[in-house]
Nanobody, 124 residues
Framework: QVQLVESGGGLVQAGASLRLSCAAS????????MGWFRQTPGKEREFVAAVTWSGGSTNYAGSVKGRFTISRDNAKNTVYLQMNSLKPEDTAVYYC?????????????????WGQGTQVTVSS
């Protein structure tokens, strides 16, 4: 069982930066591939970024590539999402997720555990 708690969301202006954190419980954090997803009302959950268990490989949605960076610190059981050059269209609830695979997956249904989400609002 893994519990995930996101933090770091907030209200910022376009062009600003935020760093989201996701703290995981449990001693087997480094066995999980980790992902960040986001969701706005009336839309399906959307893939943002993912990282392998070791942190050695990452994948990004085209809409955030070059602006967002996912990373993880297995010693701290934490995964991060550094978000730069934020745009109003990045406004959403952001969720982190853990999946029992050593690679990464872009599909929400592949993940086993989810956090409660943190709101990110970008004003124009």
């Amino acid at each position: 069982q893994v519990q995930l708690v996101e933090s770091g969301g907030g209200l910022v202006q376009a062009g600003a930066s935020l760093r989201l954190s996701c703290a995981a419980s449990g001693r087997t954090f480094n066995r999980y591939g980790m992902g960040w997803f986001r969701q706005t009302p009336g839309k399906e959950r959307e893939f943002v970024a993912a990282v392998t268990w070791s942190g050695g490989s990452t994948n990004y949605a085209g809409s955030v590539k070059g602006r967002f960076t996912i990373s993880r610190d297995n010693a701290k059981n934490t995964v991060y999402l550094q978000m730069n050059s934020l745009k109003p269209e990045d406004t959403a609830v952001y969720y982190c997720a853990a999946g029992l695979f050593t690679t990464y997956d872009l599909r929400p249904e592949a993940y086993n555990y989810w956090g409660q989400g943190t709101q990110v609002t970008v004003s124009s």
